[in-house]
């Protein structure tokens, strides 16, 4: 039911919804004020897109781990294929940063390079690396420990209602985006492995309008974030997991579309890498909004295209 054709829509779209994802981030970091309210609205919600990357990245982990379950090798390959794709951009970012425009020395570019300045400072330039670097880390314990004791397999559910208390009752949460983001990784990992149960036609219809309460509900939630109250924004991350997995389950296969998505989603690292990068340097030189954010989306594909290619020659020569 739900849970196969979820778990189908991911196997058969991928880099499709993957490449659909880093366009919402795009759109979200670019700096043009939307003026109507309702789009403005659905421009502060693009920000979902990294809960896009988090659900399907939790998934493809479970799905590559259960395949080889070495995991000296699945850390290898993650390592492979996050860090050359940083290290190569980042140099230069914080080279740029904290010696040409800043005060700072080599030892500041280390210190940054090597995120002591997301775990100690909480900068969040570059956070999603360090972040989900660690999501990787304890993902072979996760799936070893829930297939083990399925009791852990609620993991994620108790951690959303934990971060929901604090969020609502303003108790401070150390390191946000290393939490708030969590939950909704480690249910990509439960997905892969949940099965469908058997339930009638009514029961089908049930669950499908308490899903489409909850996506009100979810919408509802965001709403009042982002426009009411903004002393509980983070708890629109919670409202994000329902609305990243009906994205996810309402995508369509299209012959154009996953034609470009799919290209954009084989480079989704690289271009979560530049574009800001690219948008911060651009605004320097170009006043019109619109052509600023055209011409930073336009350099970063083009630019993260060259790197993904460097660096799988790199890589190729080097094994």
Known sequence: MIISELQ???????????????????WFHSIYDVQNAALALVKNMCDIGVDMFMFLSGFSMAYSFQ????????????????LPAYFLVFIFVYLYRDMIKGNGDILDVL?????????????LIIW?????????????????YMKKFPVIGYLPYFIILVLS?????????????????????????????????????????????????GLLLALFCCYYCINIDDGIWALKFMAY?????????????????????????????????LHERIL????????????????????????????????????????
């Open 280 to 319: 911060w340097f651009a605004d320097n030189y170009i006043a019109n909004q619109a052509l600023l954010c055209s011409v930073s989306i336009v350099l970063a594909i083009i630019s993260a295209y060259l790197v993904h290619i460097f660096i799988n020659r790199l890589l190729c020569r080097l094994r």
């Open 8 to 26: 189908n829509n991911i196997l058969k779209n991928k880099k499709p919804l993957m490449g659909l994802a880093i366009c919402l981030i795009m």
């Open 128 to 144: 999603f690396i360090p972040v989900i670097l660690l999501y990787y880390a304890i993902t072979p314990c996760y799936i070893m």
């Open 241 to 273: 997991i329902p609305l990243t997995m009906a994205i996810v389950y309402a995508y369509k296969s299209n012959a154009l579309f996953n034609y470009v998505l799919g290209f954009l989603g084989g480079i989704t690292l690289e271009i979560y890498l």
């Open 165 to 213: 208390v604090c969020i609502i009752f303003h108790i401070h949460i150390i390191k946000p985006f290393l939490w708030l983001r969590l939950p909704i990784f480690l249910i990509g990992i439960n997905l892969f492995f949940a099965k469908d149960r058997n339930v009638g036609v009514i029961n089908k219809i049930a669950i499908k309008s308490i899903m489409l309460l």
């Open 67 to 82: 395949k080889n379950s070495n995991v000296r090798q699945f850390y290898r390959k993650r390592l492979i294929r996050i």
């Open 111 to 123: 210190y940054d390079l090597f995120f002591l300045n997301f775990f100690i400072d909480t900068s």
